[in-house]
């Protein structure tokens, strides 16, 4: 932000100025320092510097604290959707914030399904358009993102059949993604002009029949978007255009566009996904009298607490149980005290909670906890053991309540000083996230992975990404260890090298190296792959994910006659079969084997072998949290 700089003059150039102005207003030539107007002069050229360094003090906070005063607000961080097609083998639930990691270099970005879909192995067939009694065929125009087929709607109405290759199940909440031309992402706060109408019907025992709650994110296709319905009715086979199969039909009803509809795409079993990270979430009870409650968010299978809040304000634990099943997780609990006046369900990712288990208050003002940037948070205070309460959470050039509550900074949080918040109590565990979600800002992913570009968020016509496909089996529970091995390295967006598993009974020990050989020391990395494997291994084993850290050594070699360069790297080849050998199979390192291997693969008179790291080793032993990369082949001369 340019500030403009007003203490530009020094105190010597202020005085001199001073003095010149004297002298023309009072005729003299010379001022003395003995003089009572040459320290008047310099008291007034004193107060008029320190006016002017007062002037330059205003900071970046009081610039938006007068923004915000003249009615201006900051736009806040929205992650636009982005749209993934995927292609279950079989069918599957995905739960509302499931995540999906993406490695890119050093980084990892979480990426989160903004619903829950219930997908099945179904696929689009063909499209038709019909147009004034006139049908034409458009499915290989609208199978990709290749061209585009506009709809000029100059009838009244406008249908796209689509046809299915298995029928939609019923009372199952189903969607179809439509791309179209020239298209901005849906603005939840705009209110959509109503120029035109979308009728969305499936053929039934009982003809043509009207879905049931469907959600039109589309706007009548005038924005990429989906459209989620559902089937009251078990569909039928019906013959269209001397096709038979399962149809749906799309009627489009104009009323005062004023642009033609250009498609581009049609998809089934498309996802949307958003770049963050939920990390906590909070659930507040609608009625004191509810005894359970149905959640079907991702993180609610995560550690999961319920708190009361009584006539004190302060929130206490309130016992409850979870069971889980295949669309929701459903929590139970005993009636509540007649003088609460609030509960609320709290889950927490082992990520938070591990990172929220270093957060340990002194109890003195101004105490300082780093938080990762662009992060949106709710957090309250422990009073005593198990007793919190919330806690404000302002700018600084924000007048504090006097209550709990601390500053939002640029690298986290700051604590109050003793009087616009109070004091924290001096403990660990003393912050409690009650919701914590970490946005990501515009990134691209290269196609080698998969090519996403998302531009900057804040602007209200960013187009929404293209589709791309992800191959995804949702495998049941594995048994061997060889199963397990497979999935991790075939997982989409994980990017595993290498996966070494050791068993014991009730307990898996993974160990994984990233295809980028950095990516996965990431806590959150490690975290998630710990989550995914428990789905799928008996819920009494125990999983633990740690790294393979790559140790570089060197070959020592003696030879009797120095070696050409061809020899060389004849011999280094050698070394690096035998290393990757002994990794893939699992076994120590001998220097004498590799002796023996080089001996017969090549004409080099060699005498001794040895491995260098810090010190010189004939045998180096296999270890599942260590890979041997060769650095280097030294060879030197003599007996």
Known sequence: MNVLKLDTYTYKELFADAVKEWKQRSGEEEIFPSDVSYTLLEMQTMLVDMLNYYSDQVQEAHIKKYERLQGHREAELCPVPLAFRMQPKQPMMLWEGTQFPVSMGETVLMLETMHSYQLFPNEICSIYVEQNTKAENITELLRALEGTYTLSLQASVCSLYIRIKDPLPKNISCSLYICVENSCVENVEMEW?????????????????????????????????????????????????????????LRIKEKCLDHPIGLQAIWMNTVLLKAQNTLAKSWELPSLAMTHIHISGDIAKEQVMLQIQGMDKRWRLHPHRRVQSQHDCCFYWEAFPKDIIAARLIAQREELRHKASTFTLNGICSQSIALAPLSAYRLAFLMEPSVWQDGDIIDRYEKGSGGMGCYRTENGICMGNGRDFQLPLAAENALLFTDFVQKQENFTLHRETIQVYLPHLTGSNARSTPLYEIPYEQPGIFFHKEELVQFLLQYPLLSISEVRVQTKPGQWMIHILDTCNHACHIPAYRCYVQRLVQQHVPFTDRVCVEDIHIQELCIALRIQVLASSQTKNQLEAVCKDYIQNCRVQRQDL????????????????????????????ERLPYQAAVSYRLKAVVIAQGI
Request: with cysteine; aromatic share 12%; glycine share 4%.
């Open 193 to 249: 002009p109503d120029m035109a109408e979308l009728y969305v019907e499936y053929f039934s025992i009982h003809g043509w029949q009207k879905v049931c709650e469907l959600h039109d994110a589309t706007h009548a296709l005038q924005c990429d978007g989906e459209l989620r319905f559902q089937t009251g009715k078990d569909m039928v086979e019906s013959t269209c255009f001397e096709e038979c199969g399962f149809w749906l039909r």
């Open 590 to 617: 001998y220097a004498a084997d590799l002796l023996q291997e080089l001996r017969k693969s090549s004409a080099a008179e060699i005498i001794h072998c040895c491995f260098q790291r810090d010190h010189d080793y």
